[in-house]
């Protein structure tokens, strides 16, 4: 026999909904990297990326928000992340060179250095001092990498960021 329902007509919350609730977060998370991680080996095996160069990227995408552009610097893909770290879309930010970030706050000194280096094809590492879509001030610590293809050109810039706090 049924017990009788609640005069209150509000269900019970059991252990199963919570779950549920859990579940879905982290297969929509495993989602989003698998789309990630798809987008970044269509990138590598279009631009020719030795497999060191992919296997690095990939292994980085859980720690760093990843972006990569191409040898103009005009952004090409966004990883997770990005969106909740700058309040713009991979969509608004695509084609667009990374210094849209950049501001009044900048400090133009470190951009000068950045540029300097990976006009020498060095590897980058800098803390920078970016704006959000809405405005606000935020501290990015940022590793940015010439990727070369298998015949050593130029092919793409990639770039591991962090939000660091002030």
Request: hydrophobic residues 40%; charged residues 25%; glycine residues 4%.
């Given at each position: ?11 019970p919350l059991l252990c199963w909904d ?149």
């Amino acid at each position: 026999m049924l017990p009788e329902p609640s005069k209150n007509r509000r269900a019970p919350l059991l252990c199963w909904d919570l779950f549920a609730v859990q579940y879905n977060s982290l297969m929509q998370a495993a989602n989003e990297q698998q789309e990630s991680v798809r987008a970044v080996r269509e990138l590598a095996r279009n631009n020719k990326w030795s497999r060191e160069q992919l296997q690095e990227a990939i292994d980085n995408m859980h720690a760093y928000v990843v972006v990569v552009t191409d040898k103009l610097q005009r952004i090409a893909f966004t990883g997770q992340g990005f969106f909740e770290m700058t309040g713009y879309s991979g969509e608004e930010a695509k084609g667009r060179n990374p210094k849209f970030l950049q501001g009044a706050a900048t400090n133009r000194m470190n951009t000068g250095l950045v540029k300097q280096q990976l006009n020498q094809n060095e590897p980058s590492e800098i803390i920078l001092e970016n704006y959000r879509k809405n405005g606000e001030l935020y501290l990015c610590k940022i590793l940015i990498k010439p990727v070369f293809n298998m015949r050593r050109q130029l092919v793409n810039y990639i770039a591991y960021e962090q939000e660091i706090a002030a």
